[in-house]
């Protein structure tokens, strides 16, 4: 779960760090492609089921839907704002699941602890897009590339609570990816043509990118999550997730050279620290059923 964290938290640096040889919404376009083909021969599917049944037809597109324009949203953001902004911001979606699960399922419902934790997140929000010292330009430019990540992380929790409320929270985890992979790839490749991001130049850097992100992300890391989950407590894993965050930031200094101002830091801190209350809360408040899930 470490070494996915480190994975994971790779993510936007790879993508921006290629991002003058192939634009950010072409790689995602791309790499859900490739990531398709490959989930597409481990789909197991229950007796009876079609891959492409009727049944699945509404939830199916809706949840592709849903992940091509977090996606899209993602690659627009790196445009403006930094990777590790994008990384952190992105990382607020267990805060929105939280919310839109507690006014759908009564089993959802937050805790005070939780309302304590969703608090500070978004005041933590509030903080990293206060107090830069950049020109009004910039500023600007910056600001613009935070709510784009930001509303990444609404659509990736809608996407979450999508999966939980429809007829997909009964279909192998690995159907319900290759939706997402297959339809991301339908909807991004246009897309980046329309939004001028559908430039690629085969070099080095672009192969590496492809690759990372096609086979270890998409395809390998998402494959171990889920086989993790059917052998270890979620509420155990979700601790390590936070650690993203954090490599994400760690990588976009180091490899990125991207600078880090107070506020952001600070405002970090509080997100993180909400998110975690929120998560652990809700898994602890649960425990006894949690245990009975391991399979």
């Not at 229950?46 to 690659?75: D, H, K, M, P, T």
């Not at 096609?214 to 270890?232: C, E, G, N, P, T």
Request: glycine letters at 8%; aromatic letters at 14%.
């Amino acid at each position: 779960m470490f070494f996915l964290c480190i994975l994971w938290g790779l993510q936007q640096i790879v993508v921006k760090w290629a991002a003058a040889d192939i634009a950010p919404i072409m790689q995602m376009a791309l790499r859900s492609g490739l990531s398709a083909l490959l989930v597409f021969p481990l789909i197991k599917l229950a007796q009876g089921q079609s891959l492409w049944s009727r049944q699945y037809w509404f939830s199916g597109g809706l949840v592709a839907a849903l992940f091509a324009a977090e996606f899209c949203l993602i690659g627009e953001a790196l445009r403006f704002t930094s990777a590790s902004h994008t990384v952190v911001l992105l990382y607020t979606a267990p805060i929105f699941v939280a919310l839109g699960l507690h006014w759908k399922l009564p089993a959802e419902r937050l805790t005070w602890q939780q309302w304590g934790g969703i608090l500070s997140a978004f005041l933590g929000i509030v903080v990293t897009f206060a107090g830069r010292g950049q020109a009004m330009q910039e500023f600007s430019s910056i600001l613009l590339g935070d709510l784009l990540a930001l509303g990444a992380g609404v659509l990736w929790a809608a996407t979450t609570v999508a999966v939980r409320l429809s007829n997909l929270s009964e279909a192998p985890a690995t159907q319900t990816l290759f939706y997402q992979l297959l339809g991301g790839f339908a909807l991004l490749f246009p897309m980046a043509f329309v939004l001028g991001q559908g430039h690629i130049q085969w070099t080095a850097v672009t192969f590496a990118s492809l690759l990372f992100h096609a086979v270890l992300i998409s395809f390998a890391s998402y494959l171990i999550w889920f086989w993790l989950l059917k052998r270890y407590l979620a509420s155990r894993l979700g601790v390590f997730s936070f650690l993203t965050p954090l490599f994400g930031i760690l990588f976009g200094v180091l490899i990125l050279n991207e600078p880090l101002e107070r506020n952001f830091l600070a405002g970090t801190v509080m997100v993180m620290a909400g998110v975690l209350i929120v998560s652990l809360s809700g898994r602890l408040a649960k425990k006894p059923a949690v245990q009975d899930e391991r399979a």
